[in-house]
Every structure is written in C-alpha cells, then in structure tokens.
C-alpha cells in the first residue's frame, strides 16, 4: 500500500505536480485567453486580483486608493504572510485615524474612516484561512464588524441589522437592510456573496450604488460565509433556498418593498446559489449570477491532472488528500490561487479532508434544475475569468431564453472574475438592465 502510493506520489510529482489542480497559472497564459490589457498589481496573478478587488471599492466608500497601493508593495508573490502583513498594518493605522475623528462634529468624515478601515479588517483576514487556530481568524472579524457597523450607524439612514431563522430552523441568517429612503414602495435586491466573501463588502460593490438608484438593498449570509461560519461553526451548504427564502419573507414584511419587484443577486459562488434559489422560490422578479455558474464540482474536478482524477474517481482519499495536504497547500511553488483556493475551500465547508471537500461540492450543480427558474436571469461573464472559465455561457445555454448573457472585457478593466476592479461599469449595465425588465 506504501509503495503504491510513493509510487503514485512520484510520478505525478516528477511529471505534473505544478499542473494537478485547476491550473490558474497557465490558464491565464494560454493561447485561449487574451493577454490582460490591464497594468499588474502584482507578479503574483492572485494578489493582483485580491488587490484589484479592494481597489474596486473606492468609488463606493469602501477603500482609498494610495493607502492601498502603499501597501501593495509590501506584498511578495506567493508569500500569503506577507499579504495579510500588509493589511494588518494598514488597517490598524486606518482605524487610529479613525479614532481620531469627532463623529458627532463630522461624521461623514467618521464613516468613510471606518467603513474603509472594515475593509482593510476584512483583506487582512483573507489569506489566513490555512491555519484554522489563528486567533486573528477571529480577533481581526471582531474589529471588521465593529467599525462596519459604527460606519453603519452613521449612513443617512442607517443599514439595519436583522437575525432571521433558516427555513428548517437549523441555523440563523445575518441579514442588513439597506432602505432607500423613498416613500413609496420599491424595488428590492436581495444580494449574498460567494466563496468567500462577506455580506459587508456587498454594500461596496452594489448596495451604494443601487441606493444611488433608489433600489432598497438587503445582503445575508447563509453557511460557510464569513460570520455564519465563525459563529455557527457552519460549513457551506448547497441547498440554498434555506438560507434565502427566509430573506424574501423578511422582505415582503417590510413596507418600503414592492413585493413584484424582488431581485436576487449572487456574487462569485452567489451566482451558482442565488440561481439555485430562483429554481425554488418563484416569488423574484430577476436574478443576477455574478458571475454565471452552471456546476461548480465540475470547475474543480475537470481541471484536475488525470492522475489526481482517477484518484478521486476511485475514491482513493488518502492519497488524494495526501498530495494536497503535504505537497501543495504549503508548496510555494505552487500558483498562490490553487494554494489559497483549497485553504479556502476546506475552512468554508469545513473540512480538513480535500477529497471531501471536492466530493461536497459536487452537489452545488444546477444540471436538472435551470428549467425550474422562472425569471430573468442576468447573466455576467468575465472575459479572463481565471477562476470559472466557461461556467457563464453554460449556465446561459441552459437557461435559454430566460438569460441575458453580458460579456465584460478586458479591454474595459472588466476582464476579471466578477468584474473586479470596473464596479462602476458593472453596476451601470446590471441596474439598468433590472430598470428594463421592471418596466417590461
Ligand atoms: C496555527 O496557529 C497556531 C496559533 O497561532 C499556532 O500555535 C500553530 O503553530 C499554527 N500551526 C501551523 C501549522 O502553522
Ligand atoms: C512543490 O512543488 C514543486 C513544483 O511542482 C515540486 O517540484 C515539489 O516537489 C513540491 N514540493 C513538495 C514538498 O512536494
């Protein structure tokens, strides 16, 4: 059994090791794909997405832009310390600066110190997930949370925290409601993130700009994201209708709602769950997949070198994890986006098996279900999506009729996955697209 499994192990270290996961690193490369127009943040192709994703924030209070390059520069390709390093800093010295602030003398002042400041919190998390006893796991969400939600409190109308109960009682949501402030009834975008991400970096990336808009706005959480995963010690779950059905029962409670007019939205992953919900909760009006996922077990077994596949077919989990565990998280020779993808992907569905984690989401597909979705369905497409090649038009080909596929380019800063880095442009062509099917 040893030998074997040595044997295993050498071959695939000596002939494929760099290429056994979803190989990132060439994919950007390849002949396929067109060369990023865009001036690297990085030599380290994942760093320069995560920086590029805080970045983005600016124009919607969520970073400013020369504290960020400032610390950009501290970060080496492939070093993950280094990186959370460098936000470790920054955000301690955005919240001194913070502190500093009269909130009740200035407070727009206050809150664009402190939302910016949860930011730098939330992306000196980011990297940190590799070690599951980090304490700054949990001490570092404490402060994020914290100035978040003084910035809240210091909006126009201030965003609402509400605890909902899933649908089979099991868990609980966080939820914020964003109001317009409009008199009437209007529009609503029920909104999660991903793999990933939080609830709070929504408000950045859309909810502003919907409320520029007079959208009401509502982001939640469900399993295996960031709060829930912390505090309900929950890993991702596929059936996501539990966690956002209670969020469109919230909605229809309240009275700025008009309860026609409900959009849901999923970010990164989000576009595979909120899509998945539409197929069971016909009360939307609209979906938007950000960007379209169609089967995501696939996005991680299909890459996979042929030998590590025939593993996991064969169930062959120690060896699989084996070569995970003990070759690749660690390896720094190893593209950091493979490296961080698993770190991630084993704290958010909560294992420390690979094999496992890579079973589990084999069940976050939407083969047999996209003809259950009712509504419209937005469907984004990131040109250099490095991350979820193809997964767009699939979902949009299954779709059919019921799709709008948009393809953001490159050329236009809007290259990358979920758009990062062009959310201005991004909220442009998604709202203006959601005023279209509303007045339909
Ligand atoms: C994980 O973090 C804990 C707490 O900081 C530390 O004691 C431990 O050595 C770390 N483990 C690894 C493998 O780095
Ligand atoms: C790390 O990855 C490199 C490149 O694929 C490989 O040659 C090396 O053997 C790996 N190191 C370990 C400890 O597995």
Not at 78 to 104: N, Q, R, W, Y
Not at 192 to 219: K, M, P, S, W
Not at 247 to 272: M, N
Not at 369 to 391: H, R, S
Request: glycine share 6%; with cysteine.
């Amino acid at each position: 059994m040893k030998a074997i499994k040595t044997c295993i192990f050498l071959i695939c270290a000596s002939a494929c090791l760099a290429a056994v996961v979803p190989d990132l690193h060439r994919r950007s490369q390849d002949d396929t794909t067109p060369k990023d127009p865009m001036y690297q943040l990085n030599d380290d192709p994942d760093f320069h997405y995560e920086l590029l994703r805080i970045l983005g924030l600016a124009p919607y209070e969520g970073s400013d832009i020369g504290e960020v390059l400032v610390a950009a520069k501290k970060i080496k390709p492939t070093d993950m310390p280094s990186f959370a390093d460098a936000f470790i800093e920054l955000s301690a010295h955005a919240h001194d600066v913070a502190k500093g602030i009269d909130s009740h003398k200035f407070p727009i002042s206050a809150r664009n110190a402190l939302f910016k400041t949860a930011t730098y919190y939330r992306s000196a998390d980011f990297m940190l997930h590799g070690n599951w006893s980090d304490p700054r796991i949990n001490s570092l969400w404490k402060k994020h949370r914290a100035t978040f939600d003084a910035a809240l409190a210091l909006m126009p109308i201030p965003g609402r925290r509400v605890t909902l109960p899933s649908k089979d009682g099991k868990f609980t949501v966080p939820a914020i409601f964003y109001s317009s402030g409009s008199s009437k009834k209007r529009p609503t975008i029920i909104m999660c993130n991903g793999y990933d991400g939080a609830q709070e970096e929504l408000y950045h990336v859309f909810a502003q700009a919907a409320l520029q808009r007079d959208i009401n706005i509502i982001t939640y959480e469900g399993p295996g994201q960031p709060t829930v995963r912390r505090e309900q010690n929950l890993g991702f779950i596929p059936n996501w209708e539990d966690a956002a059905s209670p969020v469109i029962d919230y909605a229809l409670t309240l009275p700025q709602v008009d309860p026609k007019s409900i959009a849901l939205l999923g970010y990164s992953l989000g576009g595979y769950l909120a899509t998945r919900v539409a197929a069971f909760d016909h009360r939307v009006a609209a979906v938007f997949a950000i960007d379209g996922i169609y089967d995501y077990g696939k996005t991680l077994t299909d890459p996979l070198d042929p030998l590590l596949k025939q593993l996991f077919d064969d169930g062959k989990k120690d060896e699989f994890d084996d070569i995970f565990n003990n070759h690749i998280i660690s390896n720094t020779s190893i593209p950091t986006s493979v490296r961080w993808a698993m770190q991630q992907g084993l704290w958010s569905f909560r294992t420390h098996s690979p094999f496992e984690y890579y079973t589990l989401a084999q069940a976050y597909s939407l083969v047999g279900l996209t003809d259950k979705v009712k509504a419209p369905v937005f469907v984004g497409d990131a040109e250099n999506d490095i991350y979820f090649p193809g997964q767009a038009k699939s979902l949009a080909a299954h779709l059919g009729n019921k799709a709008t596929l948009f393809e953001f380019k490159a050329n236009d800063g809007a290259g990358a996955h979920c758009g990062v880095g062009a959310n201005v442009y991004l909220n442009q062509v998604i709202l203006d697209w959601f005023d279209g099917v509303l007045k339909h």
